[in-house]
Nanobody
Framework: QVQLVESGGGLVQAGGSLRLSCAAS????????MGWFRQAPGKEREFVAA????????YYANSVKGRFTISRDNVKNTVYLQMSSLKPEDTAVYYC????????????????????WGQGTQVTVSS
């Protein structure tokens, strides 16, 4: 079993920044990718960003490209999401997810491919 705990959410004004963290514990996979998704009220959960085990490969949704940066620290089993130039439309509950990867990391945006999820952290951007 793997536990994921997100932190760092909150209320911020448009144009501001937040840094989310997600710490993994328990029986983590030997090699795993991690991703961030978000879900706004009344909407489907959508892909935000993902990062490969090595950290070399990163992937972003078009809506956040250039504003958000995903990174990871494998010693701490933690993934981060640095969010800048936040917009009201970024308001959502943000979830991190972990996915075992034994070969190439493909389809990072497919949420059903992830094995475990955190409980989410609320991000609210005021206009």
């Amino acid at each position: 079993q793997v536990q994921l705990v997100e932190s760092g959410g909150g209320l911020v004004q448009a144009g501001g920044s937040l840094r989310l963290s997600c710490a993994a514990s328990g029986r983590t996979f030997s090699t795993y990718a991690m991703g961030w998704f978000r879900q706004a009220p009344g909407k489907e959960r959508e892909f935000v960003a993902a990062i490969s085990w090595s950290g070399v490969n990163t992937y972003y949704a078009n809506s956040v490209k250039g504003r958000f940066t995903i990174s990871r620290d494998n010693v701490k089993n933690t993934v981060y999401l640095q969010m800048s130039s936040l917009k009201p439309e970024d308001t959502a509950v943000y979830y991190c997810a972990i996915r075992r990867v034994t070969g190439s990391f493909v389809d990072p945006e497919v949420r059903y491919a992830y094995d475990y999820w955190g409980q989410g952290t609320q991000v609210t951007v005021s206009s």
